[in-house]
């Protein structure tokens, strides 16, 4: 073999090792299959990883919180709703870590052992994909937005934002409050409870003025109490519009800037 012919190769080969090197050095992104572990029950679960993921710096994320229909144990359904479609939609937007669980059948979010895998596949996102303690948000709507609410009043201090959609404090009657809950005790406000927990960390809240299903009254509650206590509230209420409030809550051209733009410190 020539020289030339040598040193062709060789270059070739150098080329492709690199190009080989590259692609394994690429992370995944998009929607990836993640799975959890409470109380010896496995819990799948979706993290959306932005395209621009890098391991160089901090990461915002986000925990949102599906409704009921998406209930399941398939790790899919509540990909399909919600915040995860408006990440398709509008992918420049969400340069961001979002954390998406499931909810089994026949829960609910506020259920001790749902609560914990939600936070549980926060954590170990934070952990596996860079994330920034200081900028952890929480959304979710109609079930989620009672799920929203609720670790929001359970922990204080952990989010730096939260944006509950079509969402109450007072579960339907057919949804049983969480044991020894103070915000099931009916000689306290609840909304005043909620409001003192949340302080002054940000709230955008979310509602359809005809919704039949969650009243509307709930977020109107909330937004008053918020204000009484001097909280930090931003409130939207879509006249004429039913329960599915989240679509157009999602995808508000300013929600993900404001979402983003707040930290803890």
């Not at 080989?20 to 409470?38: C, D, H, S, Y």
């Not at 599906?66 to 992918?91: C, S």
């Not at 109490?225 to 939207?236: E, M, R």
């Amino acid at each position: 073999m020539s020289l030339r012919r040598v040193v062709a190769v060789s270059a070739f080969v150098g080329i492709m090792a690199l190009m080989g090197t590259a692609m394994a050095a690429k992370p995944e992104t998009g929607f990836l299959n993640r799975t959890v572990q409470i109380g010896g029950t496995a819990y799948r679960y979706q993290v959306y990883v932005p395209a621009d993921w890098n391991k160089n710096r901090k990461w915002p994320v986000i925990l949102f919180l599906h409704g009921a229909g998406e209930r399941g144990d398939d790790g899919l359904l509540q990909t399909q709703v919600g915040i995860a479609t408006a990440a398709r939609q509008h992918r420049d937007r969400f340069s961001c870590i979002m954390v998406i669980p499931q909810c089994r059948k026949d829960s609910w979010w506020t259920a001790p052992a749902m609560e914990a895998q939600a936070l549980k596949a926060l954590d170990q996102s934070i952990k596996e994909f860079k994330g920034n303690p200081d900028r952890i948000y929480l959304t979710g709507l109609s079930m989620g937005g009672y799920g929203t609410w609720d670790i929001a009043f359970k922990h204080p201090g952990k989010f730096a934002a939260f944006a509950p959609i079509c969402g109450g404090i007072r579960p339907p009657g057919r949804v049983p409050s969480p044991e020894g809950s103070p915000l099931a005790d009916p000689k306290v406000n609840p909304y005043e409870l909620v409001a003192q927990k949340v302080g002054k960390t940000p709230v955008w809240i979310f509602h359809g003025g005809a919704d039949n299903a969650v009243p509307v009254a709930e977020s109107q509650k909330m937004n008053d109490a918020l204000k009484a206590a001097g909280g930090n509230v931003k409130y939207t209420e879509y006249p004429g519009v039913g329960h599915n409030s989240w679509d157009r809550a999602y995808a508000e051209p300013e929600f993900m800037t404001w979402l983003l733009s707040q930290h803890l410190k």
